[in-house]
């Protein structure tokens, strides 16, 4: 079905199974740049936008979308958009890997730009790709969607704290971006954990929104295709804070 693809995707009990050609031994890990935020959209409306940016805008070779992602890559990069309903909102999130570090930021507020504030186009295609023999990027990309419950897993400290406990058991160097970014990275990949319409809690520990179940997207990055379905799956296992 999918040939030689650099993205996998899961949700619970549908894993899409791909064939991917393995990378350059001396490939190192991409850098990510990711960027989020509301707007008044439906989640149709986010992809087709994702798809415009990144065939007609940016030229890659392949992208599609699967439900609430977009995903798209070129020689050097990859691009996962993903959308999820808040209230009458959609949260997006622009998530940009590149092999250069300034290539992924630039990605990263393009494809942003016009996902959030460009035209839509309702004539797009849901699939593409560019038969011409170009390249693969030098790296793989895994990801998966879960939900995660509990009477305060909307809250960004408790997110936070969660993320952090997941890289540190499996012994990955822990950055952050606020409260709802976190990055674990080793010699060998890097893992990015992203909490999906988190609340911040106020000074007297009261949550001003319920939100009993959290959506949480985990995606790895390796120059080899074992590690990266390993970190994202392990990391993914140690997401049980409270998990659906």
């Not at 960027?35 to 087709?48: H, N, P």
């Not at 999130?93 to 300034?102: K, M, P, R, W």
């Not at 704290?161 to 990275?185: P, V, W």
Request: hydrophobic letters at 40%; proline letters at 5%; aromatic letters at 8%.
């Amino acid at each position: 079905m999918f040939d030689l693809l650099v993205a996998q995707k899961e949700i619970r009990n549908n894993n899409i199974p791909l064939q991917i050609k393995p990378a350059p031994v001396d490939s190192p890990p991409p850098t990510v740049f990711i960027g989020s935020d509301y707007r008044k959209m439906t989640v149709d409306m986010c992809m087709l936008k994702a798809m415009e940016a990144m065939i007609y805008q940016q030229h890659f070779i392949e992208a599609r979308v699967n439900g609430s992602d977009t995903w798209g890559y070129n020689e050097k990069s990859f691009v996962l958009v993903h959308a999820v309903v808040i209230d009458d909102r959609v949260e997006i999130f622009v998530v940009a890997f590149s092999t250069l570090s300034q290539e992924a930021e630039r990605l990263r507020n393009a494809i942003r730009v016009h996902v959030f504030d460009g035209a839509y186009n309702p004539n797009m295609p849901k699939d593409y790709k560019d038969n011409h023999g170009r390249k693969q990027p030098p790296f793989f990309i895994r990801w998966s969607h879960l939900q995660m419950v509990g009477e305060l897993t909307g809250t960004e400290n408790w997110f936070h704290s969660c993320a952090i406990s997941a890289m540190s058991s499996n012994h990955l160097k822990e950055t952050h971006t606020g409260n709802q970014i976190i990055f674990g990275k080793d010699e060998t990949g890097s893992v990015v954990v992203i909490g999906v319409g988190l609340q911040k809690v106020t000074f007297n520990g009261v949550v001003p929104v319920t939100q009993n179940i959290t959506p949480v997207i985990v995606i790895a990055s390796s120059a080899y295709v074992e590690i990266a379905g390993k970190l994202k799956d392990k990391v993914k296992s140690s997401m049980d804070c409270a998990t659906l």
